[in-house]
């Protein structure tokens, strides 16, 4: 499955989302905090095919979110071997659970680090 049509229909999913809160809050005041993001957590099962390599150097998370701490950094053309995917409810984005190769080091990636190279992929 593509990571594009996967995003474009997160996308789209938030996008409604955004509007039926935006529509539901017009009571709220303006001067309302925007709320903070949240570093989230999934199931991580083993069920997905899924053999990617890193575009460059980036830190594997312990969650699924740029707020979250990380694991490790990670360096360009790694390959990352996806268990599952999940989308941040924050920014809807596409990130994997998976396994750095060669290695027991475990965490999330988002999808925007990697490139395809073989496999498929399920949610978690």
């Known amino acids: 499955m593509a990571f594009q049509g996967i995003k474009r229909k997160a996308g789209v999913v938030l996008a409604a989302t955004t ?6 809050g017009l009571a709220a005041t303006s001067a309302q905090a925007a709320p903070t993001a949240t570093c989230w957590s999934s199931n991580k099962p ?8 890193l575009k460059g150097t980036y830190n594997l998370k312990k969650g699924i979110g740029s707020v979250c701490g990380n694991v490790r950094s990670v360096s360009g053309g790694t390959v990352f071997y996806v268990w599952c995917g999940a989308v941040n409810p924050d920014s809807g984005v596409l990130w994997f659970y998976g396994r750095v190769a060669g290695t027991e080091d475990k965490g999330y990636m988002s999808s925007d680090n990697l490139n395809y190279d073989s496999g498929t992929w399920s949610f978690c």
Do not use: I
Request: net charge positive; proline share 0%.
């Open 46 to 53: 083993n069920n997905s095919s899924l053999k990617t390599t």
């Open 19 to 24: 509007l039926l809160t935006a529509v539901s």
